[in-house]
Structures are given as structure tokens and as C-alpha cells.
């Protein structure tokens, strides 16, 4: 670990269960580097700190490197899960073996939390948490606290441009847009089909929307802007179409909340159109990317607020009556669809 500031834990939270993994499997590839790749996993540990012993945990700990030039790295996963996490004896009992940690070992502490609020920070690491405190105290200089917090989905194209560099690929900035739209902020998914569409395109140009479109299997949100086109154009055959095709490839129950998701975006759009607003303004507010309020203006543009509102109390209706055994959402759904585009001739 020379050449770097000497961290022997590295705690771990977050969200971003993708970025967590990453940091451990780097992790894992310094260990195999730096000795033979065909014995250095004897000095990789992961251990299920929620069902260990600390007896256990010391034990992994404490034993010496199997080779004089190398490191160990002992992986404590769901720590906070393990029973006596609450009780202080416990607690006390860890942070002494955090404290004595053997030069040539490094423990990392992957916790996997929910995220509230920017204020309030994490369900379960809190600021008071005994291990929280301990890293920004007196285990200041020993550990070290690395969050891994999901990208916003205003920032995810920008992750999805960074994240294709560090792959040795490029994606240009429609193209993120486009995939962000598509994927949302799930980093792992997201890091699959950056992979899929560069190793298609054999890492010899750019990543541009079309092999977004063309590649990316999640692409249902994409067919939900082209079938509100279709409505607002009054294409009700093609409108339909789309419909059925995106009823063939998922079930309606996850094609209906993306269509509500849609109308719900367009009436926020619409308001801030109403009070004098820009596209710009739109990707403020509603915090999407520039590429996706271009389009939300567009569509919105074509619907009056009052129009808008009663469409969403429709969707409301239709949820209602699927979930107490009336007309199904895939009926409905073509109807409204059909109301909707001839409504727009």
C-alpha cells in the first residue's frame, strides 16, 4: 500500500450497490497484482459478518499475509446485520480489532443502505452510528468513510460518459441522454448496456442514440415517448400498434405506470410552460436531462392543462377498476388510446 495514504478500513455505504462492487473488485485486482495471480486468493477473504462470530472476525483479521511482499484484504459483508452489531461489548470489541489491524491488511465494510434525504442522509448509517463515529474520530487517519450514492438522473448521462471512458469507449452526450432515459439510475443495469452497445460496436466509434435504440432491451420508456407522439398526432393505428407491441414484450402492469409516469411529467411540463417558462426551465425543474425536456415541451405543447389533468384522473380511474376486477388494463389502456389520438385529428 505504498505510495498512498494507509487507510486499513475503508467503510463502504451507499446506495450504489454497483460503485460499492467496483471499489471492492479493484480492490481485488491490486491484491492479484501485486502477487501471484495463482496463489494471491489465498489472501482474499469475504466473510458473511452477519452470521460471524467475532472470534471469527478476529481471526480473519489478525492472521499474516501468506507472502512476505503482499497484502491481505478481508471483506466484512452485512456487518450490520450481524445480531450483536447493537450490543456495546460487541461494538467495543470491534473497534479495538479495527484499531490494531496489521499493516499489510486492509478491511473494507460494504453497507448497503436507503438514502433519505440530504438532510437526514441514510436509513441505517447514520452520523451517530457507533462505526460512523469512530471513523471521524478516533479512528480518523485508520479508516476512511467512502459513500456511494446513486447518481441523480439529471447527472446519469454525464456518469454514463465518464463510466464508457473509463471502459475504453466513448458514448456521445445525445447518447447518454438517451440511455439515461431508458435505464434511469440503476448503475449496474447501466454498465451492462454501455458494455453491450461498445462491444457491438467493437470499440471503433462513438455510442450515438441510434444504437441506443437499437441495442438497449430496456426499451420501453423510449416507446412511451414515441406513443405519445403518435397520440398527439392523432395516429390512432400507429398509436395502437406501439401499444400492443410494448404489451408483447412486458406486462401491463409495468407498461401502465410508465404511461402514468409520462402524463404526470407532461403536466408539469405544461405548468411551467403556462407561467411563462422554457425548456431549460423544464429540465430544472422536473431535473431531466435537456435531451428529455426537449421532447416533454414538445409534447406538452400539443395538450392544454385542463386536458392533461383529466387524462391522469382517467389513469387514476383505470387503476382503480383493474385492481377491483372491472375492465383490464390492457382494454383500457387501447381504449384511452384510441380516445385520446381521434380526439387529436
Known amino acids: 500500500m505504498s505510495g ?30 501485486e502477487t ?8 482474499i477473504l469475504e466473510l458473511d459478518a452477519s452470521r460471524a462470530k467475532f472470534g471469527e472476525m478476529e481471526s480473519a483479521v489478525m492472521v499474516v499475509s501468506f507472502f512476505q511482499s503482499g497484502h491481505r484484504l478481508v471483506v466484512f459483508d452485512q456487518l450490520l446485520k450481524n445480531r450483536a452489531a447493537g450490543d456495546k461489548g460487541f461494538q467495543k470489541q470491534l473497534l479495538s480489532l479495527l484499531e490494531g489491524i496489521p499493516p499489510t491488511t486492509r ?6 443502505d436507503t438514502f433519505i434525504s440530504s438532510k437526514r442522509g441514510y436509513e441505517l448509517f447514520k452520523k451517530t452510528h457507533f462505526l460512523h463515529k469512530w471513523a471521524e474520530g478516533p479512528g480518523k487517519g485508520i479508516a476512511l468513510l467512502r459513500e456511494h450514492h446513486l447518481p441523480t438522473q439529471r447527472d446519469m448521462p454525464q456518469w454514463i460518459i465518464k463510466h464508457a471512458a473509463s471502459l475504453d469507449g466513448v458514448f456521445r452526450p445525445d447518447a447518454a441522454a438517451a440511455l439515461a432515459e431508458l435505464i434511469g439510475t440503476d448503475t449496474a443495469l447501466c454498465h451492462q448496456e454501455i458494455l453491450k452497445v461498445l462491444t457491438y460496436l467493437d470499440f471503433a ?16 420508456i423510449a416507446d412511451i415517448f414515441s406513443l405519445v407522439d403518435s397520440i398527439g398526432l392523432g395516429q390512432t393505428r400507429t ?6 407491441r410494448l404489451l408483447e414484450q412486458q406486462d401491463p402492469m409495468e407498461v401502465f405506470p410508465m404511461v402514468v409516469r409520462q402524463f404526470r411529467l407532461l403536466i408539469r411540463a405544461r405548468e411551467v410552460l403556462d407561467q411563462g417558462g422554457s425548456q431549460q426551465q423544464i429540465a430544472v425543474r422536473l431535473e431531466v436531462h435537456p435531451f428529455v425536456a426537449e421532447k416533454l415541451e414538445r409534447q406538452a405543447r400539443r395538450y392544454g392543462i385542463s386536458q392533461l389533468i383529466t387524462i391522469y384522473q382517467r389513469l387514476l380511474e383505470m ?16 381504449l384511452l388510446i ?3 389520438s381521434t380526439a387529436h385529428r
Open 36 to 43: 501471484d495471480p495463482a496463489t494471491a486468493d489465498v489472501n
Open 107 to 112: 478491511v473494507m465494510i460494504p453497507i448497503a
Open 239 to 244: 398509436a395502437q400498434q406501439m401499444l400492443h
Open 319 to 334: 387503476d382503480v377498476a383493474n385492481k377491483s376486477g372491472g375492465m383490464p388494463l390492457d382494454a383500457s389502456l387501447d
Open 205 to 220: 466509434r462513438p455510442a450515438e442514440v441510434q444504437d441506443v435504440h437499437e441495442l438497449v432491451s430496456y426499451g420501453g
Open 338 to 340: 384510441f380516445d385520446l
Open 4 to 33: 498512498r495514504q494507509d487507510f486499513r478500513v475503508h467503510i463502504l455505504y451507499g446506495d450504489d450497490l454497483f460503485s460499492i462492487g467496483q471499489a471492492i473488485a479493484a480492490e481485488r485486482a491490486r491484491i492479484r497484482q
